[in-house]
């Protein structure tokens, strides 16, 4: 079992920038593809990035190309999201979960979930 427990999250204005954390618990997390959601309310859970086991990385391009950047450190068992120009489109809540691909992460398949933590952006 692996524990995912996301942390960074809070109330920015529009132009911010935000870096939000997944520390991993229970097992090493460095065979994992490792991956980053949102569900903005009243909206389905989307993805936004996924970075691979060897730090290869893929992104929604319809969202948040150019502006985030995943990234890991397999000996802290920990994965990143650096968000930058925030607008408050990009309020919600963000997840990071662990997969067996980066692929598998674009398609929702997850094993494991974190919890959440809430973004908000203010105009």
């Known amino acids: 079992q692996v524990q995912l427990v996301e942390s960074g999250g809070g109330l920015v204005q529009a132009g911010d920038s935000l870096r939000l954390s997944c520390t991993a618990s229970?097992?090493?997390?460095?065979?994992?593809?490792m991956g980053w959601f949102r569900q903005a309310p009243g909206k389905e859970r989307e993805f936004v990035a996924a970075?691979?086991?060897?730090?290869?990385?893929?992104y929604n391009l319809d969202s948040v190309k150019g502006r985030f950047t995943a990234s890991r450190d397999n000996a802290k068992n920990t994965a990143s999201l650096q968000m930058n120009s925030l607008n408050p489109e990009d309020t919600a809540v963000y997840y990071c979960?662990?997969?067996?691909?980066?692929?598998?992460?674009?398609?929702?398949?997850?094993?494991?979930w974190g919890q959440g933590t809430q973004v908000t952006v203010s105009s």
């Open positions: 979960a662990a997969g067996s691909t980066t692929g598998e992460l674009a398609r929702m398949r997850a094993d494991y």
């Open positions: 229970g097992r090493t997390i460095s065979a994992y593809a």
């Open positions: 970075i691979s086991w060897g730090g290869r990385t893929i």
